[in-house]
């Protein structure tokens, strides 16, 4: 079994960064790719960004693509979410998702889930 474990939310004022970190343990850990989700109160669960384990493809969600960066360190089993330019709409839990066959850019193509951690922007 896989475990998934995020950190690196908080507080931060409009225009700030952040960077969440994802690290995975468990079996012998070989994803397809890996990437983040978050859900904002009485929303559905939205794309954020994904990446390629082998080869770095990565892939943004429109609301995110020029602030958010994705990147991976396979020594470590851990993928970053760098986050620039926050802006009060991005608050929400961010989950860290992976896929063992695809590349994971709906809830539908992900194998694992984290147990979330929460980005809260202010204005």
């Known amino acids: 079994q896989v475990q998934l474990v995020e950190s690196g939310g908080g507080l931060m004022q409009a225009g700030g960064s952040l960077r969440l970190s994802c690290a995975a343990s468990?079996?012998?850990?070989?994803?397809?790719?890996m990437g983040w989700f978050r859900q904002a109160p009485g929303q559905e669960r939205e794309f954020v960004a994904a990446?390629?384990?082998?080869?770095?493809?990565?892939r943004y969600g429109a609301s995110v693509s020029g602030r958010f960066t994705i990147s991976r360190d396979n020594g470590k089993n851990t993928v970053y979410l760098q986050m620039n330019s926050l802006k009060p709409e991005d608050t929400a839990v961010y989950y860290c998702?992976?896929?063992?066959?695809?590349?994971?850019?709906?809830?539908?193509?992900?194998?694992?889930w984290g147990q979330g951690t929460q980005v809260t922007v202010s204005s």
């Open positions: 468990g079996r012998t850990f070989s994803p397809y790719s």
């Open positions: 998702a992976a896929a063992d066959s695809r590349l994971l850019i709906a809830t539908s193509s992900c194998d694992y």
């Open positions: 990446i390629r384990w082998n080869g770095g493809f990565v």
